[in-house]
């Protein structure tokens, strides 16, 4: 597969939290080379791999296919677009940048600044109760094709970068359904020591809402979570972050199976492939939140993309991070 290729057509289309059935049938079409009879089941999109065998302990792979973006409250008497927010949207970023509405059919607008010339410089962080976005439609032509609940994205593809990076929205966590099927990839034809089940699940940037249905219906012993982290970039605080170009960051936490982490870390060094460690001293605000307290739990790790810029129009990922990524999840599958 081109994995480069297939990041950015994951991450060029539209599945906000609560609309993701675009992303959820091209992450499908994809999955089903590798799990023929895989489904979209309550919005996820869920496959098994392989052979399954009543003598092998149950794995899942898990990514969520949603992203961050916003939802149409109103339309006002100007034919402005009223909104409100779908995840955690840094307001700093609001002013100026394009969008497209996904009402009865997709529609650009782009979200009204005020110049500096008449602001005088000092004006407020923009809040989601003052912006509007702007199509150049009135309210009668707006209503015709935008209805309240709608859900707006930003207007952004991806662009290469020096190297093998790239930058576009919704790399969070498209990057990681890449991952998981690079890792289907190399394990195809191939003995695993789990039996493998796939979800790309909805609305994790509302609450892992779609990990939670995912966890309960299939009760795993053991799972993953296949995300993004925080990469360092300028004037952040190092400890907290991985870096680009250096592999995928290990889980531990509390809240997760140190188990897990330590059999991840040694499939690493056997193989040597990069990696990196991630502490969390609690939550780790991941799917992996909900796999490890499901039913009577499961040995829960995450292994995540580092990534920069995160929740913004222009996410940088390593893809050399999403290749590691999928080698060290498919050691790990292989060995057991």
């Known amino acids: 597969m081109d994995l480069k290729e297939t ?6 289309t539209a599945g906000p939290s609560g609309n993701e059935d675009a992303a959820a049938e091209l992450a499908l079409g994809m999955l089903k080379e590798y799990c023929p009879e895989a489904e979209i089941k309550n919005g996820n999109v869920i496959g098994r791999f392989g052979q399954f065998s009543d003598e092998k302990p149950s ?11 916003m939802i149409v409250t109103y339309i006002t008497d100007e034919g402005f677009i009223r909104m409100g927010n779908l995840g955690g949207i840094d307001r700093r970023l609001l002013p100026a940048q394009p969008v497209v509405i996904h009402g009865s059919r997709d529609i ?8 500096p010339h008449l602001n005088k410089g000092d004006s407020e962080v923009l809040s989601f109760d003052n912006a509007a976005v702007d199509t150049g439609m009135s309210k009668v032509e707006l209503e015709k094709i935008v209805s309240a609940g709608d859900s707006i994205t930003f207007d952004v593809k991806c662009r290469d970068l020096m190297g093998s990076r790239i930058t576009g929205g919704a790399l969070d966590d498209r990057c990681g359904v ?43 012993d053991i799972a993953i979570a296949v995300d993004v982290s925080f990469a360092y970039a300028n004037g952040e ?3 907290s972050c991985g870096y680009l170009g250096k592999g995928p960051m290990v889980g531990i936490s509390p809240s997760l199976s140190r188990e897990i982490s330590d059999k991840l870390i040694s499939a690493a060094k056997a193989s040597d492939i990069p990696y990196q460690i991630e502490v969390m001293s609690g939550m780790t605000s991941t799917n992996a939140d909900r796999y490890s307290v499901n039913r009577c739990g499961a040995k829960t790790c995450t292994v995540s993309i580092p990534l920069r810029n995160m929740h913004t129009p222009v996410e940088v990922i390593d893809t050399a991070d999403v290749e590691l990524t999928a080698q060290l999840i498919a050691e790990y599958i292989k060995e057991g």
Request: with cysteine.
């Open 237 to 239: 605080n190092e400890e």
């Open 7 to 12: 990041i950015k057509v994951l991450a060029e």
């Open 59 to 69: 794995l899942v792979l898990d990514a969520h296919i949603d992203q961050i973006g």
């Open 178 to 220: 890449a991952a998981i099927l690079r890792t289907l990839d190399m394990l195809k034809g191939q003995e695993t020591a789990f039996n493998v089940t796939v979800i790309f699940s909805t609305q994790e940037e509302l609450g892992e809402r779609g990990a939670k249905i995912g966890a309960f219906e299939i009760d795993p």
């Open 108 to 115: 650009k607008g782009v979200i009204c600044s005020v110049p």
